[in-house]
């Protein structure tokens, strides 16, 4: 029982990431924004697409909590790295 379980929600969060996928194509064309706007929105599909993946199929939902510390201090870690080569290459 426990396979159809775990098989159930694989089939659900694939149908989700389906879904996200979809409505990342078809976004630009229903709802016409400006281009910073569109790549926001576009980053915040990716962002739910990327928590489904690390939570089901990396199996982190069901990780202790130091696991899930290390992968926010990393997250953490790269935003800044990110945000400073940003500001340097803004400034630049």
Same mark, same amino acid.
């Given at each position: 029982m426990k396979n159809t379980v775990a098989t159930t929600v694989y089939t659900k969060v694939l149908g989700m990431l389906l879904l996200l996928t979809l409505l990342t194509f078809v976004q630009p064309s229903l709802l016409p924004l400006t281009p910073g706007k569109t +790549?926001? *929105?576009? =980053? /915040? =599909?990716? +962002? !739910? &697409?990327? #928590? /489904?993946? *690390? +939570?089901y199929y990396m199996h982190l939902r069901s990780e202790v909590t130091y %696991? &899930? #510390?290390? !992968? %926010? /201090?990393?997250? *953490?870690?790269?935003s800044i790295f990110f945000l400073l080569v940003g500001i340097d290459v803004f400034y630049s």
């Open positions: +790549a926001l *929105v576009q =980053i /915040l =599909i990716s +962002a !739910m &697409k990327i #928590g /489904l993946i *690390v +939570a %696991v &899930k #510390g290390y !992968m %926010v /201090l990393t997250f *953490v870690l790269l």
